[in-house]
């Protein structure tokens, strides 16, 4: 089973930065995709931001230009570098990697609470 361990949430003033990092028990290879995604109260889960194994990015509107996705190969890792953090980008935020036989794998979500 495929484990996810997510780290970086907590809470930071409104235009404060945040970095998100996901790691996986297994290589990164066997993973078409990874990515963030976050739900705030009351809301449906939405897009934050994937990359795929070929290095093409997608960004959520509501975050373009302010987050950037990477990734660490070496590492098995996805990163998620938050800046001109805003309070409605308080969220659970939830890695995710997939596979492209559509078998998806989600970590267990961390807080990001962004509050003066």
């Known amino acids: 089973q495929v484990q996810l361990v997510e780290s970086g949430g907590g809470l930071v003033q409104p235009g404060g930065s945040l970095r998100l990092s996901c790691a996986a028990s297994?290589?990164?290879?066997?993973?078409?995709?990874a990515g963030w995604y976050r739900q705030a109260p009351g809301k449906q889960r939405e897009l934050v931001a994937v990359?795929?194994?070929?290095?093409?990015?997608n960004y959520g509107d509501s975050v373009k230009g302010r987050f950037t996705i990477s990734r660490d190969n070496d590492k098995n890792t996805v990163n998620l570098q938050m800046n001109s953090l805003k309070p409605e980008d308080t969220a659970v935020y939830y890695c995710?990697?997939?596979?492209?036989?559509?078998?998806?794998?989600w970590g267990q979500g961390t807080q990001v609470t962004v509050s003066s």
């Open positions: 990359i795929t194994r070929s290095g093409i990015i």
């Open positions: 297994e290589n990164m290879w066997s993973f078409y995709v």
């Open positions: 995710k990697f997939g596979r492209r036989s559509g078998t998806d794998y």
